[in-house]
């Protein structure tokens, strides 16, 4: 029962759902709480505590199924976050889910499995791009009149590429782009395209020569992919 509460509680810390184990162990002391009836014997409630630092995250270096569960979300996430102990990653995801992320690292994890991104770039550096893109480009009108009003992840990895724009490149990767340069292509277009249906969805493609395009959905208001315009082309 300890166990359970403790692996529903590290779950929970780690910014994940426990909710399942969370009713394994209510059921659990259910049980016992009838069988210490049955038994005329006395419930010990406090050895069925459980403790939690500080309310934020557990420390229990003697305790075998917390640390089991925690190591699994470290062996899990530790890559993609750039941390090198179980502590640091429970911290980093904590952070992740206090600063409402979780989807952008979901995004940041997609592009990174795909190969759009190098998981080099660090996390950090992915929400920063995203920050950048929610402060310059979220709520823009463009030069068609649509009003943006969200990205996709795949967006925020295109933006960054494969490499940025100052470097030479390998052949076939994505080169990067910068954020001022999508909101020329939205606000000071060439040319515009006529809307186009693709995936059950609206799209239209901003062009810009010297820059390069970028694909907006009408139904959703958001910022689809960008694609730059590569040296020499």
């Not at 270096?61 to 179980?86: C, D, I, M």
């Not at 640091?88 to 206090?98: E, N, S, V, Y």
């Not at 292509?185 to 515009?192: H, Q």
Request: with cysteine.
């Amino acid at each position: 029962m300890r166990s359970a509460k403790l692996e529903s509680a590290a779950l929970k810390a780690a910014g994940l759902d426990g909710a399942e184990m969370a009713q394994t162990a209510e059921a659990l002391a259910k049980n016992y709480e009838a069988w210490c009836r049955e038994n005329n014997l006395t419930p010990r409630a406090q050895r069925l505590q459980v403790f939690v630092a500080d309310k934020q995250l557990l420390w229990y270096n003697n305790k075998k199924e917390p640390w089991r569960t925690w190591g699994k979300q470290h062996a899990k996430y530790g890559p993609y976050l750039g941390t090198f102990s179980v502590e640091d990653t429970l911290k980093a995801l904590k952070k992740i889910k206090d600063d409402g992320r979780e989807e952008l690292f979901k995004g940041y994890m997609r592009g990174v499995n795909k190969e759009e991104i190098h998981p080099l770039i660090g996390f950090g550096y992915y929400q920063k791009v995203a920050e950048e893109v929610e402060a310059k480009l979220v709520g823009i009108t463009t030069a068609g009149g649509e009003k943006i009003e969200s990205y996709a992840s795949h967006f925020i990895n295109r933006v960054i590429g494969q490499y940025a724009e100052t470097e030479k490149g390998r052949p076939h990767a994505r080169i990067g782009t910068s954020v001022d340069k999508v909101k020329a292509i939205l606000t000071e277009p060439d040319t515009i395209s006529e809307p186009k249906e693709m995936k059950d969805d609206l799209r239209q493609v901003y062009f810009k020569k010297g820059f390069g395009s970028v694909t907006i959905s009408l139904r959703d208001h958001r910022l689809i992919q960008v694609m730059p315009k590569k040296r020499g082309k």
